[in-house]
């Protein structure tokens, strides 16, 4: 009989899993694995401020249980940015209590982003807000004189990102807005005017309600003073007009949602630091087509590649408006086009 016959096995040792020694990493630490918890228990609720690092979360929005947390967001999301707006998932101390502090797991699907970039060269792409639904562009009639081509940089992002659009001009006590009107009188894009006499909150806030709005705008041109007359309890800092330079300071540092409540019901205010200049270095300009309907089925018939430009040969659009087919409406908004593609077209 051979040792391989032998049945006398009590000699020998048994192993499993608890027996296997895994060599540490050079800093020590445990070997890093790919599987990643489900965090099945995970709550949700929606960001509304972001703070160096820290991110302000409402959970159970009108709910029984409604509470805001502080949280931070996870080592595995530390690729991925986390903005306001976002709809995320929480673990961890998630009782809102003072002091504590949960974590965001998960970012959801965003329905809307909006974005700008550096300057129009820049592929680095700055992301403002997320899931906003409307726009309120901001703007002054005088002080700092109103800036068409920034409003039209404004239109080009919201019509990429599918968000509509409102325009407010404040300061019409300073001057006669009409002739800068005019320039966008072929859009579908509501206008609130306000002076210092009579601010139309009552219409700014019907237009609000049910909505997530955000608000963009120059520096100095009352933002803050709106976003103050709407939400009394925002407190957000008012600068003035350097009357040099006449621009405005920025006094918005941080991007913030705000609760506008109505016996109505209750909207989002999203407050932004005013900027000087709007990058579209991302935009894609069959966003812009896209979002003048009307127009866009008339582009089916224009030749592969036309850019829809007034000198652009064998235009569809051209040809229509031409030929009285649009008249003067149909006239107006693809001047209204035309200059925002231009306006895109210069960055390319």
Not at 111 to 126: G, I, M, N, P, Q
Not at 220 to 236: H, I
Request: charged share 25%.
């Amino acid at each position: 009989m051979s040792w391989w016959d032998a049945d006398d096995d009590e000699d020998e040792p048994e192993f499993d899993e608890s027996d296997v020694r895994v060599r540490p990493t050079r800093r020590g630490s445990r070997p890093r694995t790919k599987v990643r918890p489900e965090h099945a228990d995970a709550v949700s609720g929606t960001v509304y401020g972001v703070d160096r690092g820290r991110y302000a979360v409402l959970v159970d929005e009108g709910g029984p249980v409604e509470r805001e947390l502080t949280a931070a967001r996870a080592s595995e999301l530390r690729r991925k940015s986390v903005v306001t707006g976002d709809h995320v998932d929480l673990v961890g101390d998630t009782s809102g209590e003072p002091g504590t502090l949960a974590r965001i797991v998960r970012v959801g699907e965003r329905e809307t982003l909006l974005r700008r970039s550096a300057d129009d060269t820049d592929e680095v792409e700055r992301v403002i807000v997320a899931n906003a639904d409307q726009m309120l562009i901001v703007v002054a009639a005088a002080n700092p004189e109103p800036r068409i081509r920034l409003v039209d940089r404004y239109l080009v992002a919201a019509y990429d990102a599918g968000i509509q659009p409102l325009l407010c001009i404040t300061k019409t006590d300073l001057a006669d807005p009409d002739e800068f009107l005019a320039n966008f009188a072929g859009l579908d894009l509501p206008v609130f005017r306000s002076s210092a006499e009579r601010m139309p909150l009552d219409e700014i806030t019907a237009a609000l309600i049910g909505h997530r709005t955000v608000f963009v705008g120059h520096s100095g041109v009352g933002k803050s003073t709106l976003v103050n007359a709407l939400v009394p309890e925002a407190n957000r800092a008012i600068g003035m007009v350097n009357v040099v330079t006449g621009r405005g300071r920025h006094t918005s540092s941080s991007t913030i949602s705000l609760r506008v409540r109505t016996d109505a019901g209750t909207g989002w205010v999203i407050d932004t630091p005013g900027v000087r200049s709007f990058g579209l270095g991302h935009v894609d300009p069959a966003n812009i087509l896209g979002a003048f309907t009307d127009l866009a089925r008339i582009a089916e018939d224009c030749p592969r590649g036309c850019t829809h430009l007034p000198d652009a040969p064998d235009c569809a659009m051209n040809e229509a408006v031409a030929a009285g087919v649009l008249g003067e409406t149909g006239r107006a908004r693809l001047d209204s086009l035309q200059r925002l593609l231009t306006t895109f077209a210069g960055t390319t």
